[in-house]
């Protein structure tokens, strides 16, 4: 192990303790140059309205920015439809399909581009950091999930 000083792309350079070979460690130390320093980072979430501590927000806006990008409307599908069928399963089919139907309300004609948009805009709504790091794998199927389950929650 040693310090190592990385300078990052922002600018500023911080000192890391790195672990494992010398070749592993200036692996790891060019690739930590590749992106802003955690203080800037953090900054940059924060101004994009996400909340925790320095280190939540840097991980959690780099999730938020990465699932943002790559969205995809199987996912949000996916967990929509889960939520539809618990929705069924607890106040039968008509009442599923008249929530279903509301929860894509307002995002336009086209149905897999109403699910990316209903998608999107309920994730733009999401400012803690620790709910990005808990879904970082299934934020899209998660979006699919409160979509419905806000239009549930709305309808008698
Ligand atoms: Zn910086």
Redesign the pocket.
């Known amino acids: 192990m040693g310090w190592t000083t990385i300078n990052?792309t922002?600018?500023?350079e911080t000192r890391e303790q790195l672990y494992g070979k010398m070749a592993d460690r200036d692996r790891k130390a060019s690739a930590m140059g590749q992106s802003?320093?955690l203080?800037?980072r953090a900054e940059a979430g924060r101004a994009a309205g996400l909340t925790g501590t320095d280190k939540q927000i840097a991980w959690a806006h780099d999730v938020m920015t990465g699932v943002m990008g790559s969205l995809t409307v199987d996912d949000v599908a996916s967990g929509a439809e889960q939520a539809a069928r618990a929705v069924a399963a607890e106040r039968g089919p008509e009442a599923a399909r008249k929530i279903a139907a509301k929860a894509m309300t307002g995002y336009g004609d086209d149905p897999a581009e109403a699910m990316l948009a209903a998608g999107s805009s309920i994730l733009e709504a999401i400012t803690d950091a620790s709910w990005w790091i808990e879904h970082r794998h299934d934020a899209g199927v998660e979006a699919g999930r409160m979509i419905v389950a806000q239009a549930a929650s709305t309808t008698e």
């Open positions: 990052h922002c600018g500023h802003p320093c203080t800037c």
